[in-house]
């Protein structure tokens, strides 16, 4: 095993660009979803004529579609990635009924009437989102129990689709493995998905740190759930 300071240190100096985990090949693994959310989204933008991804990151899920409607827009708001793209805040800078194909991968928050607002009659809401408690292991392990919460479970995405107008045609939900295999791609991951330990920092949690690099691997729980939602 590598020596902890090496690890931390190492991964405290690894650049942290956009929503790129390119960093953690070969350190950390995380299993996907048996929808193939990425092979969907292909489909569909085959065919579609206006497509909006929302909270886009660096885009690189729309670079990797093999074809795309003329008009494909990305929006994005959350630092640092938005310094890449044009950033947007909770309202869509985009006209009404304007697309008929809305996608999201892992959205911070689904703003529901936005997504609404913007779709075409007949159009679909396809969507990636991250689930309850998804690596509560991870924070837990820092923190202690996470509080009991409903803001990210598949029922209450129902429910706010439906009161938005739209109709959810499929919701399907899955708990994946992820393993760290090394306290440094722990670190690198809570510099880059900040909302896991809001406050970390390895001078405050150096001791539950190194008492995770005796303990590695490090095994966590992915929550993830797709929904596609049509506008009436």
Avoid: N
């Avoid at 405290?12 to 693994?29: C, E, K, V």
Wanted: net charge negative; proline share 7%; charged share 25%.
């Amino acid at each position: 095993m590598r020596d902890f300071d090496d690890l931390v240190d190492e991964a405290m100096a690894a650049p942290i660009s956009g929503w790129d985990f390119s960093w953690l090949d070969g350190r950390a693994t995380e299993a996907r979803p048996s929808w193939r959310f990425r092979d969907r989204v292909a489909e569909r933008a085959a065919h579609a004529h206006a497509l909006v991804d929302i909270e886009c990151g660096d885009g690189r899920l729309l670079d990797s579609l093999p074809q795309r409607p003329a008009l494909t827009v990305g929006v994005e708001d959350y630092q640092p990635r938005a310094g890449m793209l044009r950033a947007t805040g909770a309202a869509l800078p985009v006209r009404a009924a304007s697309f008929d194909l809305v996608i999201s991968r892992h959205p911070v928050v689904a703003h529901w009437d936005e997504i609404a607002r913007v779709l075409a009659p007949g159009g679909t809401y396809l969507a990636q989102h991250v689930g309850p408690r998804s690596a509560a292991e991870v924070g837990e392990w820092f923190v202690g129990p996470w509080p009991p919460s409903e803001a990210r479970t598949p029922e209450r995405a129902r429910r706010l689709a439906a009161d938005a107008g739209l109709d959810v045609v499929d919701l399907r939900y899955e708990e994946l493995p992820m393993v760290f295999d090394d306290v440094g791609a722990v670190v690198y991951f809570l510099r880059l998905v900040v909302w896991i330990v809001p406050d970390f920092s390895v001078e405050k949690y150096r001791d539950r740190l190194r008492a995770m690099h005796d303990a590695m691997p490090f095994h966590a729980t992915a929550a993830r759930f797709l929904i596609e939602a049509a506008r009436k």
